[in-house]
């Protein structure tokens, strides 16, 4: 089962552009919902990160925006650049309450590419 | 750079061999997790260590995995008679309870077991 589902699977945007990758999961115990970046032959970094009690933050060009009624979140970056090609996961962990469930279950990855 | 550090970062083995993988976590942070990413998939939680005490494992991690973490600091993954289907890179992340949540990556360990 997979817990949280991504798309789309691969993204092209042009330099200037909007880049948008969506979310959605099924656990409603989930509480904490972060974005990370992976480039080629390097580990996960977290990009942004949002709890389900706000349905907007926003760092530099990096916005997430949470639905919970829907069970959804997407990350949308502003001017995109060629630099911010990578591969971008969503992933969500929870709860927190009981101090144990802090794994993250990740999607399965967009890979944007952004052409100069 | 975050502070997370693996050795090696890759490790060829034939199949049946047994390998060890280690893990430097950021020195303050209490929590470490070990999860294994396959080509084009996310990252699968393994296990998860607070301190010394390993307090969650998944069902991926079948008995020929082990996984410790002595003294609390830095952490091994041993993968006994490695299958070709053990190839991945496994992560390892480390966190600070009184932070919160954030995970940082090391760069991982690549396994290909031929």
């Known amino acids: 089962q997979q817990q949280v589902k991504q798309s789309p699977q691969s993204l092209i945007v042009q330099k200037g552009g909007i880049s948008i990758i969506n979310c959605a999961y099924e656990n409603t115990a989930f509480d904490y919902f972060p974005w990370y970046q992976q480039f080629p032959g390097k580990g996960p970094a977290l990009l942004i990160a949002?709890?389900?009690?706000?349905s907007e933050k926003k760092e530099g060009r990096f916005t997430i925006s949470f639905n919970k009624s829907a069970k959804q979140f997407s990350l949308h970056i502003m001017d995109s650049q060629p630099g911010d090609s990578a591969t971008y996961f969503c992933?969500?962990?929870?709860?927190?309450?009981?101090?144990?469930?802090?794994?993250?279950?990740f999607g399965k990855g967009t890979l944007l590419t952004v052409n100069p | 750079d975050t502070g997370v550090s693996q050795n090696p970062r890759h490790k060829i083995t034939k199949r049946g061999q047994n390998v060890t993988f280690r893990c430097d976590p950021i020195s303050e942070h209490n929590r470490l997790y070990w999860y294994r990413q396959t080509l084009g998939q996310g990252p699968e939680f393994l296990t998860y260590?607070?301190?010394?005490?390993?307090?969650?494992k998944s069902r991926l991690l079948s008995d020929r995995f082990s996984a410790e973490r002595p003294k609390g600091s830095f952490s091994t993954l041993e993968i006994q008679r490695t299958e070709q289907g053990d190839s991945a890179m496994y992560l390892c992340?480390?966190?600070?309870?009184?932070?919160?949540?954030?995970?940082?990556f090391g760069p991982g360990t690549r396994l290909l077991v031929l």
């Open positions: 992933a969500a962990s929870g709860p927190r309450s009981g101090g144990s469930n802090y794994k993250l279950t």
């Open positions: 949002i709890r389900p009690d706000v």
């Open positions: 260590f607070q301190n010394e005490a390993q307090l969650e």
């Open positions: 992340a480390s966190s600070f309870r009184q932070k919160g949540e954030t995970q940082y």
